[in-house]
């Protein structure tokens, strides 16, 4: 018997109905490996992915499935474990206000499923049918962010209105982020409470 596949994802689907049945099907299924294998389906089509599926011998779990498709046939579609990390570390410090920018059909997802969506669609054309946010700078100005944080952001001293708790420097990368390129607030005072690690 063949792989079965999104047997109910056509041409046609959006992006966004293509991620959820990902979400409802790969319960269990590594963040990283769903977030490559919906890339992978954005970037070749669902019927070039599903053709090379059905190719494989039967897997008895979806996650088998995913990381054969994922190592053996669409490596170059692959998302980074830190680009991943640096928009999934971004949940704890969203807020509904920050929400209001993207369509109600998201309120079913987690929000940490919502940022695992933006780590893969951030550089897709079709991004501004899903927010007005700058989401497409987090991982294009990431360097120049870590190279020189004074130029994005104001750090206070223990006296400014929004306080970080980070214990890595990949939670500080993701405050960065956060702060600097998505909030609408121009103006950020940001405290550190705790940092365990210097900032690579």
């Not at 049945?21 to 977030?35: D, F, M």
């Amino acid at each position: 018997m063949a792989n079965k596949f999104l047997p109910f994802i056509v041409v046609s689907s959006s992006p966004l109905h293509i991620y959820k049945t990902l979400i409802t099907r790969g319960k269990g299924v590594p963040e990283h490996l769903l977030a490559s294998i919906f890339n992978a389906i954005l970037e070749e089509g669902i019927a070039k992915v599903r053709s090379v599926a059905v190719g494989i011998p039967q897997m008895s779990n979806t996650e088998g499935l995913y990381r054969t498709l994922v190592l053996e046939h669409f490596n170059k579609h692959a998302i980074p474990h830190k680009n991943i990390e640096l928009f999934t570390k971004m949940a704890s410090y969203t807020d509904n206000q920050f929400w209001e920018h993207f369509p109600k059909e998201m309120d079913e997802l987690s929000v940490k499923e919502r940022l695992l969506f933006l780590s893969v669609v951030h550089d897709k054309p079709f991004l501004p049918d899903y927010t007005d946010l700058p989401v497409d700078k987090v991982i294009m100005h990431m360097p120049a962010l870590c190279s020189n944080l004074k130029n994005f952001l104001t750090f206070g001293n223990g006296t400014g209105a929004t306080q970080v708790i980070v214990t890595s420097s990949e939670e500080l990368h993701s405050a960065c982020a956060y702060f600097g390129f998505l909030t609408g607030d121009k103006e950020h005072i940001i405290s550190f409470k705790t940092f365990a690690n210097p900032p690579a």
